[in-house]
Every structure is written in structure tokens, then in C-alpha cells.
């Protein structure tokens, strides 16, 4: 079983930047694919961005490619997702998921684990 716990969501003006967090409870995190989801008021929830155990592979939405970064430190069981250059689009609550067969999948159906959310506002 993991736990998984989210922090650093906020309120932000179009332009800035925001680090997510994701703290994981157990001994077997590092070999998990970890992965960011969106979900915003009225639509379905949509990958942000996933990383495999190593850190060697990732995948980022088309929409946010270029502009967020995520990361993994498997020593601290956390998992990061730096928000840069935010657009008003990009307000939704974040979800932290790990997926233990270690795919580097981008659908909510693959992953095993989920957080409880943080949420992210970008004012215009």
C-alpha cells in the first residue's frame, strides 16, 4: 500500500510558477512510475505528466510540454512538478498517482495509487 500526499498548490497571476510535491508512504516507491493529473471543474481528469522509477524516461501533455518540469527524488519518496510560465487554462486540482507495474502510462485507469488533490488557481 502507498500513501500519497500533495502540497504547494496555491494561488498564482498568469506568468508565474508553482512546485507541486508529492510525499509517498513505503518501501517499494522507487520502483513505481509516478505520475501528475488534472482534473477542472466539468471535465475529465487528464495527464500532466509521468516519470518512470528511474527518472529516466518522462512524458508530458502537449499542453504543458515546454513548460513544466517533472521530477523524482527516490531517497527523500517525493516526486515534483515544477509549473512554469502558468496560464489561467492550467487552474484544475492536481493529483499525485504511482503505478506499480512501472509503465510510464498517461491514463487515470493504469494508475494505482491517488492522492487527496491540491489546488491550483491562475488568475488572469
Known amino acids: 500500500q502507498v500513501q500519497l500526499v500533495e502540497s504547494g498548490g496555491g494561488l498564482v497571476q498568469a506568468g508565474g510558477s508553482l512546485r507541486l510535491s508529492c510525499a509517498a508512504s513505503g518501501r517499494t516507491f522507487s520502483s513505481y512510475t509516478m505520475g501528475w493529473f488534472r482534473q477542472a471543474p466539468g471535465k475529465e481528469r487528464e495527464i500532466v505528466a509521468a516519470i518512470s522509477w528511474s527518472g529516466g524516461n518522462t512524458y508530458y501533455a502537449d499542453s504543458v510540454n515546454s513548460r513544466f518540469t517533472i521530477s523524482r527524488d527516490n531517497a527523500k519518496n517525493t516526486v515534483y512538478l515544477q509549473m512554469n510560465s502558468l496560464k489561467p487554462e492550467d487552474t484544475a486540482v492536481y493529483y499525485c498517482?504511482?503505478?506499480?507495474?512501472?509503465?510510464?502510462?498517461?491514463?487515470?485507469?493504469?494508475?494505482?495509487?491517488w492522492g487527496q488533490g491540491t489546488q491550483v488557481t491562475v488568475s488572469s
Open positions: 498517482a504511482a503505478d506499480r507495474r512501472g509503465l510510464v502510462g498517461t491514463t487515470p485507469m493504469g494508475y494505482d495509487y
